[in-house]
């Protein structure tokens, strides 16, 4: 066959019988411009292939290796882990405030209260005993009462009232001194 001319068969369908065939003639540089643009076309074919291969290789290792049921496991023992907690915060509690074993489901209703959430199981139970008078012997008491004796009268250190008369018949500085440091006191 001619470089020239090329032939193309055209594609035929299976409700076609007879292939039709057309003859094209083009030229050397528009048939280089068309190997040309097949053989660019082909590299970008390639091309796109090995970067999907690539990309499907990265997701691939992207993919966690552990199990899909393992997050449930860890949903699970959290789940186990805060059950035992607060397990062994109530035993902590009862066994610092006995009273609170008798009482423990109006004790969960006052920790139900939105208004005493978030306190501390500690602090919770503190409170609760205290708002239902339930110490006992613990009680907290106000201010004790005064148990140092009565109130005494401070000795004095200023001069007496005979002495004072004295002082002013027959020593008037002297009396004049004493009552401007307030040793004397007048009217009292």
Not at 64 to 76: A, G, K, R
Not at 136 to 156: D, F
Not at 174 to 180: A, D, S, V
Request: aromatic fraction near 4%; charge should be negative; hydrophobic fraction near 30%.
């Amino acid at each position: 066959m001619d470089p020239e001319k090329e032939v193309l068969e055209p594609q035929t369908t299976p409700e076609e019988e007879t292939p039709q065939v057309t003859e094209v003639t083009i030229s050397q540089t528009e048939l280089d411009d068309l190997k040309h643009k097949a053989d660019v076309s082909s590299q970008n074919f390639e091309r796109a292939k090995k970067a999907e291969a690539r990309a499907k290789e990265l997701e691939s290792l992207a993919e966690p290796i552990v199990p899909l049921d393992f997050d449930d496991d860890i949903s699970v023992l959290r789940n186990e882990l805060a059950e035992v907690k607060a397990s062994q915060a109530k035993r902590d509690v009862i066994d610092a405030y006995p009273v609170l074993k008798d009482v423990w489901s109006d004790f969960d209703s006052f920790r139900a209260d939105p208004e005493n959430q978030g306190m501390s199981i500690t602090t919770a139970a503190k409170a609760f005993l205290i708002e239902k008078d339930l110490l006992g012997e613990n009680k907290r008491k106000g201010l004790e009462k005064n148990v140092g004796g009565g109130k005494r009268a401070a000795p004095s250190t200023g001069t007496s009232a005979e002495e004072a008369k004295n002082l002013r018949t027959n020593n008037y500085r002297e009396y004049q001194k004493r009552l401007m440091r307030g040793d004397i006191k007048i009217g009292g």
